[in-house]
């Protein structure tokens, strides 16, 4: 995921004559899959930034202690770039992470879209690369046997696979691959660097809980094959791990800023804008207070530099100025000029905004660029300033894009120069809400003897089977993911990280309480009279409770009352049915005054139906 095809291009390249001592690693994150009625479906983005770490620091140890090191090459899993690896013979290991489908592997297409990959068809691949075929394949799937069994079949002569038919990117699975490419750098043999990656597990204080559960989930195939043999052997082996990273400061001066967590739940968000790019040159995000705006954009921002998309992504204003850069310098002053009061038909301004947008043209008039302005805290007249800008940029130069983040969605900013997309993110679902509450919770942790290790394990105690996209304002959520929804935040990414770090033990434990109470129906109360009667009877049985000193008691029963008044929403009360009354009478006249009779007979039927329900309510009342 973060590396670019120019960039290990070059590695490559560059390192031709130690071919034999790299290890190539596909890491795919597409964003979305698509139906056959054309409708979006998100793919949660895997951790790769902690595999990432982890093979880096298990050959930095190999090459500390033997003095040499291998070559480490990041690549974005795609069938172009696995196959220009294959047809280079440029690593004797290729190392593939990615969600896994029975059969196939899920790379990406390119424009951050899902491609199924064949495992028949990868295979048939890697067996015409002839004599450069790679020595390992370590394939870091679900559902990833059938493909090692490919791989076999190609002539691979060693691969790893994972038997476990599970989300894959856990500790286990890094953990036991810093082990194995430690030992393998070490110039241990396949059979050696298998067991002492299966025997680290043991050791390890994150996984060692867990790992009787998962001892069987690597398989090292053929099983008839000999692995009594060393991967990396020789002289051969370069010093200094090398990798295709795109935002160093050495290689790219533009840095981005790094987004205060991992993005969950955007991942539609994010092909929007990829797409939108991919029609238009500017897109607009905008949104309320803490739904995650510049977080959202700084992510699509990597994504987008990561694999080079449309060309180097700049970040406005600049993260840090770069010395002798005439381009660094034309943004910084018109950052400075878009914030200040300074009006724009003054002297002084024009005079300095027109040096800063012709060096700024004059560089980018061919260039393929992405400007991620962030303009949260302009105001009026920047925001005029800034189209003035955009209309001057657009003009001027030929491919550059811009993504403009900005509170108001109501905002004009291109005018007619230039087709604008604009996306309003809106609150995040019940799963991804408690995966973000999950990953900055303190009782979610690996290291805690829980059986809550991970955010997945809170997600899948916490969310029911079809709530899990739901939101918070829906009428379809029950009583308990309502509950669930308020405890970790609503959905906003602000809220969600404030209710995570804040929670306290006692409040955690009675999330998981709710989580395991059965679901209170709301057919159970036909009115809103019998459900406020229902609530009067909890509240006395929870005094009666505490009087007698029974504490555990009122805990069990002070649930059943937060969870009862969850379902007030869904029983309106005798006041809402009757203001409700009273607009649909407005509307059923003003109807028939339009002689808008299909609306007037639809109103009508509405009318009725809120005046039975007033009467039950009634009635009910009357009776209790």
């Given at each position: 995921m973060d590396s670019s095809p120019t960039a290990s291009d070059d590695v490559a390249l560059a390192n031709n004559r130690t071919e034999h001592h790299q290890l190539t690693v596909f890491q795919a994150a597409p964003l979305v899959w698509e139906d056959r009625d054309c409708n979006l479906h998100p793919v949660e983005l895997l951790d790769f930034a902690r595999e990432r770490k982890a093979l880096v620091d298990g050959l930095n140890d190999a090459g500390d202690a033997s003095g040499e090191r291998v070559g480490l090459v990041?690549?974005?899993?795609?069938?172009?770039?696995?196959?220009?690896?294959?047809?280079?013979?440029?690593?004797?290991?290729?190392?593939?992470?990615?969600?896994?489908?029975?059969g196939h592997l899920c790379w990406e297409d390119g424009f951050g879209g899902l491609q199924l990959i064949a495992a028949d068809k990868l295979a048939a691949l890697v067996q015409a690369s002839s004599g450069r075929k790679p020595k390992l394949v370590y394939v870091s799937s679900c559902h990833s046997r059938t493909v090692g069994e490919a791989f076999v079949k190609a002539g691979v002569p060693h691969v790893i696979c994972c038997e476990q038919d599970d989300l894959l990117m856990d500790t286990v699975t890094i953990e036991f691959a810093r082990a194995f490419y430690r030992a393998l750098a070490c110039g241990r043999t396949m059979r050696e660097a298998y067991d002492l990656g299966m025997r680290s597990l043991e050791l390890c204080?994150?996984?060692?809980?867990?790992?009787?559960?998962?001892?069987?989930?690597?398989?090292?195939?053929?099983?008839?094959?000999?692995?009594?043999?060393?991967?990396?052997?020789?002289?051969?082996?370069?010093?200094?791990?090398?990798?295709?990273?795109?935002?160093?400061?050495?290689?790219?001066?533009?840095?981005?800023?790094?987004?205060?967590?991992?993005?969950?739940?955007?991942?539609?968000?994010?092909?929007?804008?990829?797409?939108?790019?991919?029609?238009?040159?500017?897109?607009?995000?905008?949104?309320?207070?803490?739904?995650?705006?510049?977080?959202?954009?700084e992510t699509v921002s990597r994504y987008i530099a990561d694999r080079n998309l449309f060309g180097q992504v700049i970040w406005i204003p600049l993260v840090c100025s770069i010395k002798n850069c005439a381009l660094s310098s034309?943004?910084?002053?018109?950052?400075?000029?878009?914030?200040?009061?300074?009006?724009?038909?003054?002297?002084?301004?024009?005079?300095?905004?027109?040096?800063?947008?012709?060096?700024?043209?004059?560089?980018?008039?061919?260039?393929?660029?992405?400007?991620?302005?962030?303009?949260?805290?302009?105001?009026?007249?920047?925001?005029?300033?800034?189209?003035?800008?955009?209309?001057?940029?657009?003009?001027?130069?030929?491919?550059?894009?811009?993504?403009?983040?900005?509170?108001?969605?109501?905002?004009?900013?291109?005018?007619?120069?230039?087709?604008?997309t604009d996306i309003t993110l809106s609150p995040l679902g019940l799963r991804a809400s408690v995966l973000l509450f999950g990953m900055a919770c303190k009782f979610t942790s690996a290291t805690l003897p829980s059986n809550l290790s991970s955010p997945l394990d809170l997600a899948k105690k916490l969310v029911l089977e079809g709530q899990e996209n739901l939101k918070f304002d829906s009428l379809d959520l029950s009583s308990k993911s309502y509950q669930v929804f308020h405890l970790v935040g609503k959905g906003f990414p602000a809220e969600i990280q404030t209710a995570a770090t804040e929670i306290t033990e006692c409040d955690f434990d009675r999330l998981i309480h709710i989580a395991e109470m059965e679901e209170c129906e709301s057919r159970l109360f036909s009115t809103r009279a019998a459900l406020e009667f229902h609530l009067q009877l909890l509240q006395q049985q929870i005094e009666g409770a505490v009087a007698a000193g029974d504490f555990s008691g009122a805990r069990d029963l002070k649930s059943q009352l937060d969870e009862a008044e969850a379902m007030?929403?869904?029983?309106?009360?005798?006041?809402?049915?009757?203001?409700?009354?009273?607009?649909?009478?407005?509307?059923?006249?003003?109807?028939?005054?339009?002689?808008?009779?299909?609306?007037?007979?639809?109103?009508?039927?509405?009318?009725?139906?809120?005046e039975a329900k007033l009467v039950r309510e009634k009635e009910t009342k009357a009776a209790l």
């Amino acid at each position: 995921m973060d590396s670019s095809p120019t960039a290990s291009d070059d590695v490559a390249l560059a390192n031709n004559r130690t071919e034999h001592h790299q290890l190539t690693v596909f890491q795919a994150a597409p964003l979305v899959w698509e139906d056959r009625d054309c409708n979006l479906h998100p793919v949660e983005l895997l951790d790769f930034a902690r595999e990432r770490k982890a093979l880096v620091d298990g050959l930095n140890d190999a090459g500390d202690a033997s003095g040499e090191r291998v070559g480490l090459v990041f690549e974005t899993a795609t069938a172009d770039r696995f196959g220009a690896i294959l047809a280079r013979g440029s690593s004797s290991a290729l190392h593939i992470s990615c969600h896994g489908y029975p059969g196939h592997l899920c790379w990406e297409d390119g424009f951050g879209g899902l491609q199924l990959i064949a495992a028949d068809k990868l295979a048939a691949l890697v067996q015409a690369s002839s004599g450069r075929k790679p020595k390992l394949v370590y394939v870091s799937s679900c559902h990833s046997r059938t493909v090692g069994e490919a791989f076999v079949k190609a002539g691979v002569p060693h691969v790893i696979c994972c038997e476990q038919d599970d989300l894959l990117m856990d500790t286990v699975t890094i953990e036991f691959a810093r082990a194995f490419y430690r030992a393998l750098a070490c110039g241990r043999t396949m059979r050696e660097a298998y067991d002492l990656g299966m025997r680290s597990l043991e050791l390890c204080p994150v996984t060692s809980r867990d790992f009787d559960g998962k001892c069987c989930q690597f398989a090292l195939l053929p099983n008839d094959s000999n692995h009594d043999l060393p991967i990396f052997r020789g002289g051969g082996v370069r010093r200094g791990v090398e990798s295709s990273v795109v935002n160093d400061v050495v290689s790219v001066p533009w840095i981005i800023p790094c987004p205060p967590n991992h993005t969950i739940g955007r991942e539609v968000d994010m092909y929007t804008i990829l797409r939108a790019f991919r029609r238009g040159r500017l897109v607009k995000l905008s949104g309320p207070r803490g739904i995650g705006k510049r977080t959202l954009a700084e992510t699509v921002s990597r994504y987008i530099a990561d694999r080079n998309l449309f060309g180097q992504v700049i970040w406005i204003p600049l993260v840090c100025s770069i010395k002798n850069c005439a381009l660094s310098s034309s943004f910084e002053v018109l950052c400075d000029l878009l914030s200040s009061e300074c009006n724009m038909k003054s002297r002084y301004y024009r005079h300095k905004y027109n040096a800063a947008i012709s060096s700024i043209i004059g560089i980018l008039h061919t260039q393929e660029v992405v400007l991620c302005i962030d303009a949260f805290g302009f105001n009026e007249g920047s925001m005029e300033k800034l189209s003035v800008f955009l209309r001057d940029l657009f003009r001027g130069t030929a491919y550059s894009k811009v993504l403009v983040v900005t509170q108001s969605p109501d905002c004009i900013i291109a005018g007619d120069i230039c087709e604008e997309t604009d996306i309003t993110l809106s609150p995040l679902g019940l799963r991804a809400s408690v995966l973000l509450f999950g990953m900055a919770c303190k009782f979610t942790s690996a290291t805690l003897p829980s059986n809550l290790s991970s955010p997945l394990d809170l997600a899948k105690k916490l969310v029911l089977e079809g709530q899990e996209n739901l939101k918070f304002d829906s009428l379809d959520l029950s009583s308990k993911s309502y509950q669930v929804f308020h405890l970790v935040g609503k959905g906003f990414p602000a809220e969600i990280q404030t209710a995570a770090t804040e929670i306290t033990e006692c409040d955690f434990d009675r999330l998981i309480h709710i989580a395991e109470m059965e679901e209170c129906e709301s057919r159970l109360f036909s009115t809103r009279a019998a459900l406020e009667f229902h609530l009067q009877l909890l509240q006395q049985q929870i005094e009666g409770a505490v009087a007698a000193g029974d504490f555990s008691g009122a805990r069990d029963l002070k649930s059943q009352l937060d969870e009862a008044e969850a379902m007030t929403r869904f029983l309106p009360s005798i006041s809402d049915i009757s203001g409700d009354m009273k607009r649909t009478r407005m509307s059923l006249e003003e109807s028939i005054r339009e002689q808008d009779f299909n609306s007037a007979e639809s109103l009508d039927k509405k009318l009725k139906s809120l005046e039975a329900k007033l009467v039950r309510e009634k009635e009910t009342k009357a009776a209790l």
